[in-house]
């Protein structure tokens, strides 16, 4: 989960990195907001697409050992 959250991060990532290379996706999400709030939904959409299916992808290949790491924290002993 904490992968989770800091893959969501848009505020720490808006507000203190100055150099536009070192910027997460979330940031780069809000370069299809134009002026006065006009948005560009085709590329958006595609761009969200390609930003869940990464991550959908990371979880496939390491889904067992987050199944693993869930059940060993839950039990006692």
Same mark, same amino acid.
């Given at each position: 989960m904490q992968f989770v959250f800091v893959w969501n991060d848009l505020l720490i990532a808006l507000t203190f990195t100055n150099n536009q290379d070192m910027r997460t996706i979330q940031v780069g999400l809000l370069n299809f907001t134009g002026d006065f709030g006009a948005t560009q939904y085709g590329p @958006? /959409?595609?761009? #969200?697409?390609?930003? #869940? /299916?990464?991550? @959908?992808?990371?979880? @496939?290949? @390491?889904n067992q050992k987050v199944m693993k790491g869930l059940t060993s924290g839950a039990l006692k002993g």
């Open positions: @958006l /959409f595609a761009a #969200v697409c390609i930003n #869940v /299916f990464g991550t @959908l992808l990371i979880y @496939l290949f @390491l």
